[in-house]
């Protein structure tokens, strides 16, 4: 057990974590980070496809719902997310924040009232716009299908500063980290700065366990998988994500307090879908997201498309088959083009531990959620048909990036963890704004959310000393 008393400790050093970091640090707030995972820079970042997962995920790479029918990639390094993610950054619209605020009671959850919070959280960060001339292959021939099919699409907004097309850098490889710290992740921007601010990051330190009193925590874990370590703070930012802070608060018995943990967990389940050319299409070159679906009948329709592209071990296991049928679609790759149906999932699952602590997800895709997968792949087969696609492969596995709830804000304690002031409910010393306290699935890009939120959040824990 360390002596000193801590004024805030923060768990995870994901995007929630970060962002928090830097406003507390910057008050010359006493801050202690603990991340289960490595702390990797440019230099580092695996060059391998392989041990980007083994390396920077958690359970090796992948995770999977009680059925296996639907895998979870759940980061697991410092910088959480902000380092294997694509980047894309939105801010929610009307029809996602009015969903939250009929299931949460919590008015300011209005395009309006958010409205500075993102404006904080965007001052951050670079975002740019991906120019024109940084589209590939895979990128046209998603334009001239929806075109073809009367949709609209546009160019992608990215947290990036310089990617360098130019100079023929393909932009895929920074699924494992970006080796030139163009794209914005949290140890290039806030994690950058509460560091220089005083804050101690611990990396390589599993928390197990909370204990908590009405006059602080105290925080026990595992540090390099060997040593048994604790501290103590005055108050607790939880910011593991969404399926590590239900883990961890299940783990250290505080259901019987908060009996809505666990519940409400979104993902936005995702399917690929392959469209096979003469020619080659060459999808992983330069920029290898560079346009988005915004047709307002998407929105309406529940799904978006993602024009995006894989790593070739990952679209591996998206391709179905076994043997040589599959090696021989695989070497096919360069001419393969790419779209994903990303599903805003209506059917709410769970996270709980059994008997062991082990993680049990129960998450399944109701009606609603299949009808909308099935028009997304109806009409991305449109696309690839209309394009000249010689073969339209569907992939086999649904994949939840963007995992969400579990810990959700709302005014009742029956049915909601975390209080509109961002407090657990059963208790004012411990904090939560990450991806774990959204209330249903909004069907955008989560990440400029989260900073908004964990921006206004630390206003809040600043005012609380
Ligand atoms: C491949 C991929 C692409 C994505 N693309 C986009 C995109 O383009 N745009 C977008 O908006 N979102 C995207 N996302 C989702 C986005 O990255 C997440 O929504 C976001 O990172 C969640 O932020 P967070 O702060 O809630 O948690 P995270 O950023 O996941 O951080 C949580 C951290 O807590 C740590 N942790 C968990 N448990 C413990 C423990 N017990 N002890 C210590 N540390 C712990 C984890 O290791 C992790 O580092 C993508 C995600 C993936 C995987």
Redesign the pocket.
Same mark, same amino acid.
């Given at each position: 057990m360390e002596n000193k008393i801590y004024d805030v400790i923060i *768990?995870?050093? @994901? =995007?929630? @974590?970060s962002f928090i970091a830097d406003q507390l640090t910057k008050e010359g707030m006493k801050c202690l980070m603990? &991340?289960?995972?490595p702390f990797l820079d440019k230099d580092t970042y695996p060059t391998y496809e392989v041990l980007t997962s083994s390396k920077m995920y958690?359970s090796g790479g992948i995770e999977l719902n009680k059925n296996a029918s639907l895998a979870f990639?759940? !980061?697991? =390094? *410092?910088? @959480?997310? +902000?380092i =294997? /993610?694509?980047? $894309?950054?939105d801010r929610f619209d009307e029809e996602a924040f009015g969903d939250w605020r009929s299931k949460s009671s919590i008015d300011y959850l209005n395009t309006r009232d958010m409205a500075p919070w993102y404006d904080k959280a965007e001052a951050k960060i670079a975002i740019q716009t991906i120019p024109d001339s940084a589209r590939n292959r895979n990128a046209e021939i998603f334009l001239k299908g929806m075109e073809k099919n009367g949709f609209s699409a546009k160019a992608l907004t990215r947290a990036q500063s310089g990617c360098e097309y130019e100079k023929g850098n393909d932009c895929i490889e920074c $699924?494992s980290g970006c080796r030139i710290d163009s794209k914005q992740s949290m140890p290039v921007t806030t994690l950058k700065s509460a560091l220089a601010q005083g804050l101690k990051l611990i990396p390589l330190? &599993? *928390? &197990?366990n909370i204990k908590m009193n009405q006059d602080g925590v105290e925080i026990s874990?595992i540090r390099g998988k060997k040593d048994a370590q604790k501290f103590k703070a005055k108050k607790l930012v939880m910011?593991?994500?969404?399926i590590?802070n239900s883990?961890?608060f299940l783990r250290s018995g505080l259901d019987k307090a908060n009996p809505a943990i666990g519940e409400n967990f979104y993902t936005h389940p995702q399917f690929m879908s392959l469209g096979v050319y003469k020619d080659p299409v060459n999808s992983f070159k330069s920029a290898f997201q560079s346009v988005k679906s915004d047709d307002p009948k998407f929105r309406k329709w529940g799904f978006k498309l993602e024009n995006v592209f894989a790593p070739p071990a990952g679209l591996s296991m998206l391709v179905p088959g076994h043997g040589k049928a599959h090696a021989d679609d695989m070497r096919k790759i360069p001419h393969m083009a790419c779209i994903e149906v990303a599903v805003r999932d209506t059917n709410p699952g769970k996270i709980s531990i059994d008997s062991k602590g082990r993680t049990v997800i129960d998450k399944k895709l109701n009606s609603e959620d299949k009808k909308r997968r099935d028009k997304g792949i109806e009409i991305i087969n449109n696309i690839f048909s209309s394009t000249g696609a010689e073969k339209i492969i569907q992939g086999n596995t649904a994949i939840g990036?963007?995992?969400?709830g579990g810990c959700v804000l709302g005014t009742d304690g029956k049915n909601s963890v975390t209080n509109p002031e961002f407090n657990l409910h059963s208790n004012k010393n411990v904090y939560i704004a990450? +991806?774990?306290v959204f209330p249903s699935a909004p069907g955008i /890009? !989560?990440? $400029?959310t989260?900073m908004a939120l964990s921006t206004m959040a630390s206003k809040n824990i600043i005012s609380g000393f």
């Amino acid at each position: 057990m360390e002596n000193k008393i801590y004024d805030v400790i923060i *768990v995870g050093a @994901g =995007v929630s @974590g970060s962002f928090i970091a830097d406003q507390l640090t910057k008050e010359g707030m006493k801050c202690l980070m603990l &991340e289960a995972g490595p702390f990797l820079d440019k230099d580092t970042y695996p060059t391998y496809e392989v041990l980007t997962s083994s390396k920077m995920y958690w359970s090796g790479g992948i995770e999977l719902n009680k059925n296996a029918s639907l895998a979870f990639l759940r !980061p697991k =390094v *410092v910088g @959480g997310g +902000s380092i =294997v /993610n694509q980047a $894309l950054l939105d801010r929610f619209d009307e029809e996602a924040f009015g969903d939250w605020r009929s299931k949460s009671s919590i008015d300011y959850l209005n395009t309006r009232d958010m409205a500075p919070w993102y404006d904080k959280a965007e001052a951050k960060i670079a975002i740019q716009t991906i120019p024109d001339s940084a589209r590939n292959r895979n990128a046209e021939i998603f334009l001239k299908g929806m075109e073809k099919n009367g949709f609209s699409a546009k160019a992608l907004t990215r947290a990036q500063s310089g990617c360098e097309y130019e100079k023929g850098n393909d932009c895929i490889e920074c $699924l494992s980290g970006c080796r030139i710290d163009s794209k914005q992740s949290m140890p290039v921007t806030t994690l950058k700065s509460a560091l220089a601010q005083g804050l101690k990051l611990i990396p390589l330190f &599993e *928390v &197990e366990n909370i204990k908590m009193n009405q006059d602080g925590v105290e925080i026990s874990g595992i540090r390099g998988k060997k040593d048994a370590q604790k501290f103590k703070a005055k108050k607790l930012v939880m910011a593991a994500g969404a399926i590590g802070n239900s883990l961890l608060f299940l783990r250290s018995g505080l259901d019987k307090a908060n009996p809505a943990i666990g519940e409400n967990f979104y993902t936005h389940p995702q399917f690929m879908s392959l469209g096979v050319y003469k020619d080659p299409v060459n999808s992983f070159k330069s920029a290898f997201q560079s346009v988005k679906s915004d047709d307002p009948k998407f929105r309406k329709w529940g799904f978006k498309l993602e024009n995006v592209f894989a790593p070739p071990a990952g679209l591996s296991m998206l391709v179905p088959g076994h043997g040589k049928a599959h090696a021989d679609d695989m070497r096919k790759i360069p001419h393969m083009a790419c779209i994903e149906v990303a599903v805003r999932d209506t059917n709410p699952g769970k996270i709980s531990i059994d008997s062991k602590g082990r993680t049990v997800i129960d998450k399944k895709l109701n009606s609603e959620d299949k009808k909308r997968r099935d028009k997304g792949i109806e009409i991305i087969n449109n696309i690839f048909s209309s394009t000249g696609a010689e073969k339209i492969i569907q992939g086999n596995t649904a994949i939840g990036l963007h995992l969400m709830g579990g810990c959700v804000l709302g005014t009742d304690g029956k049915n909601s963890v975390t209080n509109p002031e961002f407090n657990l409910h059963s208790n004012k010393n411990v904090y939560i704004a990450d +991806s774990s306290v959204f209330p249903s699935a909004p069907g955008i /890009n !989560p990440s $400029l959310t989260i900073m908004a939120l964990s921006t206004m959040a630390s206003k809040n824990i600043i005012s609380g000393f």
